[in-house]
């Protein structure tokens, strides 16, 4: 918003502005040996516990507002490297930052719904001091998430669920498309989609059409 020459920062959007910059310079005329009112009600606003100084607390997290746009996020200095943070919509949840072998390292830790301030300290002490005898969090969940999709398309059941949850549910006909193909499948559907070979998929053509290689 301006203000004559001069732009006027709403204190909702400040902190992040705040912990973005690199460099803060202040300029400001002395009154009365002192601050001026409204410097110093920016302090007041701007400069909150958890912002500039102390350390994040219960009632703190539980009562941070949300920023009028973005994301806050708020550095704890009891565990260096965690991180409490709210989006514009309320969402509030941790996160950790660390380095591993001088790259940076950076992922959520969880949401506050699900961890509470001593909770995420201590796990973030666990996770942080793994990054540094090498274990990537980052790696390791991509591997998790990866093992979790393969468990759930070992059979072809689960395989074909899958196709039609993602694929044939986006089109018209997909209804019609997918009871087709649980009909024409169901005497493979328990059997692990890795071993299902050609020659299978031959003999059920065979089978529901003995026409088909005349």
Not at 76 to 92: E, H, N
Not at 122 to 143: F, M, N, S
Not at 172 to 194: I, M, V
């Amino acid at each position: 918003m301006r203000h004559g020459p001069w732009t006027v920062v709403r204190a909702s959007c400040a902190p992040q502005r705040l912990q973005r910059a690199e460099i803060l310079v202040l300029v400001f005329s002395i009154w009365w040996f002192g601050l001026p009112a409204l410097l110093k009600g920016w302090f007041d606003r701007v400069w909150a516990p958890g912002v500039a100084f102390d350390h994040l607390t219960e009632r703190y997290v539980q009562t941070l507002q949300p920023p009028a746009e973005g994301r806050l996020e708020v550095g704890d200095d009891v565990v260096a490297g965690l991180w409490f943070r709210v989006t514009s919509k309320g969402m509030k949840s941790w996160s950790i930052r660390s380095r591993r072998d001088g790259q940076a390292v950076r992922f959520t830790l969880g949401s506050y719904t699900e961890l509470g301030l001593a909770t995420a300290r201590q796990r973030a002490l666990q996770q942080i001091g793994k990054i540094k005898d090498g274990y990537d969090p980052v790696t390791e969940r991509r591997r998790k998430r990866y093992a979790s999709i393969r468990a759930k398309t070992e059979s072809l059941s689960a395989l074909l669920d899958l196709y039609v949850d993602t694929i044939l549910a986006t089109r018209k006909s997909g209804k019609t498309r997918a009871r087709d193909l649980r009909r024409d499948l169901k005497p493979l559907l328990g059997r692990p989609a890795s071993l299902i070979q050609r020659s299978d998929l031959t003999a059920l053509i065979d089978r529901d059409h003995p026409a088909y290689h005349r």
